[in-house]
């Protein structure tokens, strides 16, 4: 069983950064991908970012140029720059095992909140 364990995240000011932090643990397969997704009250969840395990990255267009993903092996790490507002959310730690199909695991979400 996969188990994704965060840290990070908190309250900040706008233009602020943060640093998120993500571990996986059990069974992970070759070829997969880590990356962080958000969710704002009253919005669905969005992918932020991710990273597979050749390094090839995808950026939401909304945190390109602020955001940074990177990974060591099983922990994944998002660091935010230029922090907004509209950067507010929940933000979970996601893990896709491709092989047979997908297999997607989730952490437990941590909160972001920029403040104006």
């Known amino acids: 069983q996969v188990q994704l364990v965060e840290s990070g995240g908190g309250l900040v000011q706008a233009g602020g950064s943060l640093r998120l932090s993500c571990a996986a643990s059990?069974?992970?397969?070759?070829?997969?991908?880590m990356g962080w997704y958000r969710q704002a009250p009253g919005k669905q969840r969005e992918l932020v970012a991710r990273?597979?395990?050749?390094?090839s990255t995808n950026y939401a267009d909304s945190v390109k140029g602020r955001f940074t993903i990177s990974r060591d092996n099983a922990k994944v790490y998002l660091q935010m720059n230029s922090l907004k507002p509209e950067d507010t959310g929940a933000y979970y730690c996601?893990?896709?095992?491709?092989?047979?199909?997908?297999?997607?695991?989730w952490g437990q979400g941590t909160q972001v909140t920029v403040s104006s």
């Open positions: 996601n893990l896709n095992l491709y092989g047979g199909g997908v297999r997607a695991y």
């Open positions: 990273i597979f395990n050749g390094g």
């Open positions: 059990g069974s992970i397969f070759s070829f997969n991908a």
